[in-house]
Structure formats: C-alpha cells, structure tokens
C-alpha cells in the first residue's frame, strides 16, 4: 500500500521533470523543481553551485562513511519533429504502462526514481547506511560541463557514483572510451592541369581508407566492453579550387576504445598510412583525458565484474528487486567517462532502455521503474 503510492508519486513526479523542458544550457527551471522536490521529501540538505547544478543529501546511519553518489543528467536532446511522436513530446502522457515523452528515459524517469529512493527508508524512520547524495548536473548532451564541474569541486569522499543512463535495471560496468584523431596527408600543390607536379595527397588518403576497414577488425577486444571500433567522418582538404590539386588532405578517425591505448592507436594509423608524408593530431575536446600516461588502456569507465563494490551493489539490488541484475556495459558515452579520471568508481544502473534514448517516441515502462525504486532502496539501506 505504502509502495503503490510512493511509485505513483515517483511517477507524478517523472511527469513533472518531462513537463520542464530543459535543453542543454536552459535547465534553471527543472533544476528549481528538482530542488523543490528534495526539500518536500526530506533531505537533510538541498544546495547548488555555480554550474548549476543541484544536489541533495541524505545522512546515513554511519556518517563517517564515503558517501553513496547518485548521479542523473537535467538536460536532453532536442525533441525533433514533433508530428513523429505518438503523443506530444512534453506531454508525459501514460499508455500501455509506459510514460512517453523527451526524456522518458533519458534521463527524467531515471532521475525521479533516483530522487524518490531514500524516501522509503525515511517514511518508515530509517537512514541509509552511508550518507546518500542526489547530484543532477547540466550540459551532459553536449560535452558534461556539469559533471566535470562537480568532479573538479568535489569536497567529500566518494564511495560509488550509480549513473542512471537507462539500463534496463542490469548493472553496466562500463563503456568504451571516445578518441578522434585528424590524420592529415601532406602533398604538393599544383594547376590541376599539370598534375605530375603535384604530389596529391587524396591518393594516400584513398589508400589509407582502402584498408582501414579490414585492418579495424584487429583493434583491440576487451571481454565485458566489446571491441575497439573506428568510423571516419569529416573529409577536408586546404583547397576549394576546383582546378587546384591539395596540399593536404585530411581525414577525422573517430575511435571509441576498450583495450587501445593513445600509442597503440597512433602505431596502428602509422601502418597503415606507410611512406606517405602524414601528421596526427586530437580533434579538439577529444583527446583522452581518462588516462595519464600514452600507454594506458582508454575506457570510459570500468570495474571489473570482480570487484568488492560491484559484488556488494549487485547483491544488494539484487536482494531489493527480488532477482539479481544482469551484468552488462553501455553502448553510448556518458559523463561516467569524467568521474574515473578522478579515481571514482562509477557503475550504471536505472530503469528504461538505452535504445530508447534519444529517438521520437520514447518512452519508459513504469514496471521497471517501480522495479528499480526497490533496488535502490536496498541499495541505500545496505550498501
Ligand atoms: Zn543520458
């Protein structure tokens, strides 16, 4: 009884956050309502900071533990054509047991359950065990200004962050890194009348290709994340005469990683592209910042099914949900990636499925919602 309505008040509350739009850079008004809602349930503190970013606290049974961090995103992706979605996409209509709109799952109903999930204990006058602490941050769709901000700022210790990019309530460990090169050819200029003065450097660009596909299919695998994958992108070359042959030619080689390292990348480009005259450079905003030194591994973030903290959360939510979840890894990039540079062990876990993010029409199950809610709890009260 007391559960179905704290999930109908969880699910009130997902509509609300769908109700707020709230663009990258435009979330002062959903971080108001996130932070009104804190002060309405009870957390013991509610603040913001200078990014705009909004924060609650929980105070757990032993308050000389490392705090439990529960991190969800404000922002989302534009909507697009509305005329493509079942219901309107601010709506927050329910059909068939799902909530639909932007955000559903990405990140809104995830962010309900996660503010939602002390809310158990402390009605029935329990604590969680360690200090628990909500942190909603803006800007994660366009580059994670937000969490950067919070990780920089950071003041207490930190025992686990739980990310709630939709999971489908298993347990990610992980995702691959993001790292984008441009390879430039260099060549020699010439009047596309006289091309044998010219050293055409779209000739090597064109053979660099040629064997690029086939040679991915040896990047490095790493057994829970996948393979390492390239995809190039942007083609330029200097010129934009059509009668003039380029002096350099360049290619963006968008790499996500999971068992590459900046050199190892660099060494596999480097044979590929042979005798011809080429430089590497990072695309800015994408050089590997998860890693310090050239030859370690770049991931986004990961812990190993084996380790303690993961053992420890998944037995836990196990025991909330009543089966224990999955382990598994995310396909997309999230602002896990910005934490483990800064030692802190991050794992995913929310509901709603990661195929839904960002598409029109998206929509969140509310079973898995409620689902989640009792993980979480678990969660609090043990881990
Ligand atoms: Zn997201």
New binding site residues.
């Given amino acids: 009884m007391a559960r179905e309505s704290l999930l109908e008040e969880c699910i009130d509350f997902a509509q609300r956050l769908i109700r707020t739009p709230s663009m990258p850079g435009e979330e002062a008004a959903i971080a108001a309502l996130v932070g009104e809602e804190l002060r309405k349930l009870g957390y013991d503190e509610v603040w913001s900071d200078a990014a705009g970013n909004v924060f609650g606290r929980v105070y757990g049974r032993d308050r000389s533990l490392p705090a439990l961090v529960l991190n969800t995103?404000l922002d989302h992706v534009d909507p697009g054509d509305p005329s493509l979605w079942p219901t309107p996409p601010f709506a927050a209509e329910i059909r068939d047991g799902r909530i639909i709109g932007r955000g559903a799952s990405?990140?809104k109903g995830p962010m309900a359950v996660q503010v939602y999930s002390p809310v158990a204990l402390l009605r029935a006058g329990e604590r969680p065990r360690r200090d628990m602490v909500f942190c909603g941050v803006v800007q994660?769709e366009v580059g994670g200004a937000g969490a950067i901000y919070w990780a920089e700022h950071l003041d207490y210790p930190v025992e686990l962050v739980v990310l709630g990019?939709p999971s489908s309530n298993t347990l990610a460990l992980g995702h691959r890194g993001i790292v984008q090169f441009w390879l430039t050819f260099h060549g020699r200029s010439a009047h596309a009348s006289a091309p044998e003065r010219a050293e055409n450097p779209n000739y090597a660009l064109a053979a660099f290709l040629s064997q690029l596909q086939a040679a991915a299919a040896g990047l490095g695998v790493h057994p829970v994340l996948g393979p390492t994958t390239v995809a190039p992108t942007i083609i330029e070359v200097d010129t934009t005469s059509t009668n003039v042959t380029p002096a350099w030619a360049r290619v963006l080689l968008d790499f996500r990683t999971s068992a590459e390292s900046p050199n190892s990348l660099r060494a596999f480009i480097d044979r590929l592209a042979g005798d011809s005259p080429h430089s590497l450079t990072y695309s800015d905003g994408f050089e590997p910042a998860s890693v310090s030194a050239s030859d370690e591994i770049v991931t986004g973030f990961y812990l190993s099914p084996g380790d303690p903290l993961v053992i420890r959360a998944q037995a836990a939510l196990g025991r909330g949900m009543g089966r224990e979840p999955e382990l598994a890894r995310y396909r997309f990039a999230?602002d896990g990636r910005h934490f483990a540079p800064y030692g802190i062990p991050v794992v995913g876990f929310a509901p709603g499925e990661e195929e839904m993010?960002h598409t029109a029409g998206e929509s969140i199950a509310i079973d898995q919602m409620e689902e989640s809610l009792q993980g979480h709890a678990q969660l609090l009260r043990e881990f």
Avoid: K, P
Wanted: charged fraction near 45%.
């Fill in positions: 995103h990405d990140i994660e990019e999230t993010a």
